[in-house]
């Protein structure tokens, strides 16, 4: 016999660990959730507080992904609400793609909540905008290859490197070294600054700067290997620059240009 009503699988981008960083929708698709999938190790615990009180709790670390999809099986088969909890945005690294495969191999109803990304809290710590005019105008998430995860060709971080524009690498701390030769082999200086962060928003979080050049025996001295994200790139230490954008010489559907502003916004060359 078919269930009363659907069931639904609702993969929630948690943050980077705080709980107060959580969306108002996540925090919803929890509350409504018959079933709460997590990663005890990965989001902080307070960010079950929002399930009620007779939701089944799952830890993701004991299962695989046969285990998970079970789970929703049972969810189309019962019409429960299934809340898969992932850590920052589930659009990176999450191992999503597969589930949400399943679940349309399943006729199971998804739905996708974003979440604060590290490298967008990583940011917000260090108190740096990662695109800064004529500075770095575009931001490459990446990772180093290896072990389990080879690289596609052509996405090495050296390759990457190339282009000198804010980085930000993930799951990467355990080979510091590989990171620090391939960053310097695409050309970044030695001086590029860097932010390492290590459990960002956690309460064991620790946020350094340092430089390529000190990359690799700022990771080691904290031994950092897991959990650790770094932001590379000329923007994380440049001040001066500003956006054309809040020029008093650039207009828009909302603002007028200031005359003397506007020529001189040109005079530099501006296509304002
Ligand atoms: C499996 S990936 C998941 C990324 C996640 N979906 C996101 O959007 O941040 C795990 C990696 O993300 C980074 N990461 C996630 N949370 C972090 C945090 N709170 N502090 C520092 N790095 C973090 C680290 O590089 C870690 O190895």
Redesign the pocket.
Known sequence: MAAATPGKVTFVGAG??AADLLTFRAARAIAEADVVIWAAS?VQAEVLDHAHEGAEILDSAAMSLEDVVAVYERARAEGLKVARI?????A???GTQEQLDRCDALGIETEVVP?V???S??AAIARRELTIPEVAQSVVLTRLGGGKTPMPPGEEVREFARHGTTMAV????ARSGQLVRELLEGGYPTSTPVVV??????PEELVVRCTVETLEETVKEHKLW????FLVGPALGAHGTRSHLYHPGHFHGYRKADPEARKALRARGAST
């Open positions: 980077p660990g990965l992932h850590s920052g945005d589930p990176l690294w999450g979440g990304s590290s490298f809290a990583v993930f799951l990467s701390a962060a290590y459990q960002a928003t956690w897991k959990h650790t994200l």
